[in-house]
């Protein structure tokens, strides 16, 4: 059947082109406009160019933020996606069992992200919690509060606790919606269980694993609430990320012009890896 | 209604209409003549759309570099990202 194409459904897209307008483009401006100024009051502001950028781009604590973003953000993607898939994997594939799993999966999802920083505050105290007092009950030295490998390690257990059922719910999704017939014909070719995964399942998986290396890469890019409740940032800068140290400058020290000058390089960062990403994994086995 | 709270300014009003202006032309181009995906220099298939996504973002990271490694007047870099622009429209 021939598809009818009428330009009128382009008014459908008005209400959302609204809200983007408003949530989205409108800030975005006003942070632009920000970053060229020095602003001391709501009317008392000063052009200065690209100086901002210039003090920011210089700044040695930006830098290392950067690399320790980087590098969370690095750790995050190599643990969450693999683990994800493989849990996907093995969970079972329908009766309640599947049920359970999935509702189990998903709890970590539904708690604030503030609070997640708290639980894991509490559970990995070296006097009271659980975690943290069993570690230090095998003679192990643990206190996320004084060493900066410690505080590391307690992040990333939070986060890849916290996210990962996210990327199993959608590797789950995409497994799920393979139809049998394909197993069906990997069996009569006596094909291994690895082929299966490798020829039908991970090929099949690309478009949520895309949703899911992207919504995790700029999540764990963005992270703020989890690290800032459990550490502060600390020990010393050991864990301050950039959205940490944006919101010391912005709001610490109410400089609003080098930190909307620092929003802007950050908002590039993570437009410019979301498209590398999105176009590796769009052009992945297509030979480009 | 006020858009003082929005701390405009007379350049980045300017650019502002100029992106905007782009947006505008890049809509009635792509009516009057629909763009095909190619290939050119760079490893993927890109529609018009595409390339000038990237002349954007390349020319932002290009306004950046210029600022943070060299001392010389911004006009240059801006120069520099409309050359880079339109090597990306024409053969990306």
Redesign the interface.
């Given at each position: 059947m021939e598809k009818t194409k009428d330009n009128r459904a382009w008014f459908l897209v008005i209400p959302v082109f609204v809200i983007v307008a408003f949530s989205a483009i409108?800030p975005l401006?006003?942070v632009?406009?920000?970053s060229?100024?020095d602003?001391f009051g709501?009317?008392e502001?000063f052009?200065v160019?690209?100086e901002w950028?210039?003090e920011i781009?210089?700044d040695e604590r930006l830098h290392e933020a950067l690399l320790r973003q980087f590098l969370f953000s690095g750790l995050v993607l190599l643990i969450e996606i693999p683990l994800g898939v493989a849990i996907a994997l093995a969970m079972p594939k329908k009766g309640w069992a599947a049920s359970l799993s999935l509702v189990l999966l998903a709890l970590p999802l539904l708690i604030p992200w503030n609070v997640i920083g708290t639980i894991w505050i509490i559970f990995t105290r070296p006097d009271i919690g659980l975690l943290g007092a069993t570690i230090n009950g095998l003679g192990i030295d643990f206190d996320h509060t004084a060493a900066p490998l410690d505080a590391w390690i307690t992040v990333m257990l939070m986060e890849v606790w916290h996210w990962t059922p996210l990327v199993v719910l959608l590797a789950y999704a995409g497994l799920q919606a393979i139809p049998d017939a394909f197993y069906q014909a990997a069996s009569i070719d006596g094909a291994s269980r690895w082929a299966v995964f490798r020829y039908i399942q991970l090929p099949k998986m690309r478009g949520v694993l895309t949703i899911a290396i992207l919504l995790r890469f700029m999540d764990s890019f963005l992270i703020y609430a989890e690290p800032f409740v459990l550490t502060g940032g600390g020990p010393g800068n050991a864990t301050t990320f950039l959205s940490i140290h944006l919101v010391k400058i912005a709001v610490g020290q109410f400089d609003l012009g080098p930190a909307a000058a620092f929003s802007i390089?950050y908002f590039?960062i993570v437009?410019?890896f979301s498209?590398l990403f999105y176009?590796a994994l769009q052009?992945v086995g297509k030979g480009? | 209604m006020s858009l003082d709270w929005m701390a405009w300014t007379l350049p980045t009003g300017v650019f502002f209409c100029v992106i905007a202006l782009l947006l505008v032309a890049m809509t009635v181009w792509e009516i009057k003549v629909p763009t095909v995906a190619r290939r050119g220099v760079l490893p993927l298939s890109t529609t018009r759309g595409d390339r000038f996504f990237v002349g954007l973002l390349g020319s932002a990271y290009i306004n950046l570099a210029w600022i943070g490694l060299t001392d010389m007047n911004q006009w240059f870099a801006v120069l520099i990202s409309l050359v880079y622009m339109a090597i990306v429209m024409r053969f990306a």
């Open positions: 409108i401006m006003t632009v406009n920000y060229v100024q602003i709501p009317n502001r052009f160019g690209v950028f210039k781009l210089h390089i590039l437009l410019l498209w176009q052009n480009e | -």
